[in-house]
């Protein structure tokens, strides 16, 4: 009896135990895969809208800076006469696929005039395949087919309006003389939806022409 009990011990488990096993082990991998795939899912996602983000608030930045530093000269863009306004904004402005704005900044640094250049700069936005792009020119008085240089700043743009608030309402228009006390640019974004920013030109200086 006693042999008999020990040989039956040691015969081992049995092939459904052994498939049970298999099942559970099976499972458990599953799981662990699923929880670890989430994980770096969520961790890529999370990396990605901070990137988003980051480019959000660094297209902000260039936006307000450039604002702050309008002055009231009239803008000519690839060689054709000045624009008799000092803040231009049209559909398809500068090839873009909504609406683009141009206009012309001081402040860009070049010190003891060491380039040839001065220091206005002539700044545009657009958006091209759903990008929101900045540009620039090396010369405040672009000559004809003068490429700029471009500066993208945000993915996923469409839908760009502007509004301009001057007596005392917003209105869809510019002024017929001057800049408006404030800009409102509404965009729409993939990772934000909606985006609405105001913006004020701080300042209003005339330049010459010269």
């Known amino acids: 009896m006693i042999n008999q009990r020990s040989q039956t011990s040691q015969q081992g488990f049995t092939l459904i135990e052994m498939l049970l096993s298999l099942a559970i082990f099976a499972m458990l991998g599953v799981a662990t895969y699923s929880v670890l795939n989430n994980t770096i899912s969520n961790?890529?996602?999370?990396?990605?809208?901070?990137?988003?983000l980051t480019h959000l608030q660094r297209a902000m930045m260039f936006i307000e800076n450039d604002f702050q530093q309008v002055?009231?000269?009239?803008?000519?863009?690839?060689?054709?006469?000045?624009?008799?306004?000092?803040?231009v904004a049209e559909p398809y402005l500068l090839d873009s696929e909504d609406i683009g704005f141009a206009f012309i900044r001081d402040?860009?640094?070049?010190?003891?005039?060491?380039?040839?250049?001065s220091e206005l700069q002539a700044v545009g936005y657009r958006v091209v395949e759903g990008v929101l792009q900045r540009l620039y020119f090396n010369y405040v008085d672009s000559d004809r087919g003068e490429e700029p240089r471009i500066q993208d700043l945000i993915e996923g743009v469409s839908e760009l309006k502007l509004q301009y608030f001057y007596d005392n309402e917003w209105q869809e228009d510019l002024p017929d003389d001057g800049l408006?006390?404030?800009?409102?640019?509404?965009?729409?974004?993939?990772a934000f939806g909606e985006i609405e920013r105001v913006f004020a030109f701080?300042?209003?200086?005339e330049v010459d022409q010269g």
Do not use: C, H
């Not at 402040?107 to 250049?117: A, D, E, F, H, T």
């Not at 408006?180 to 993939?190: E, G």
């Open 43 to 52: 961790k890529e996602q999370i990396e990605a809208q901070s990137a988003q």
């Open 180 to 190: 408006p006390l404030l800009v409102r640019l509404t965009f729409l974004t993939d």
């Open 107 to 117: 402040g860009w640094i070049n010190p003891v005039m060491i380039l040839p250049r």
């Open 202 to 205: 701080i300042e209003e200086t």
């Open 71 to 87: 002055v009231q000269r009239k803008i000519r863009l690839n060689g054709e006469p000045p624009i008799d306004k000092y803040f």
